[in-house]
């Protein structure tokens, strides 16, 4: 007996050798931007990118 739909895609687990940390935190920050930009009606301020990306001003 079938567990999935006929046709539908079953995805291989992730390999976790193929996990980068790095890359998906980069990802995460500019995600972040990015909807913030989308949403916001006038151009960031460089404090308010500094705020997204997690960067203490006075570092």
Do not use: K
């Not at 739909?5 to 079953?10: D, K, M, N, Q, T």
């Amino acid at each position: 007996m079938a567990l999935y739909p006929p046709g539908e895609r079953v995805s291989e687990p992730l390999d976790d050798r193929l996990r980068d940390d790095a890359a998906l935190a980069e990802i995460e920050l500019t995600s972040r931007l990015m909807i913030a930009a989308s949403g916001a009606a006038a151009p960031l301020s460089q404090a308010e990118i500094d705020g997204l990306l997690g960067i203490d001003p006075h570092a």
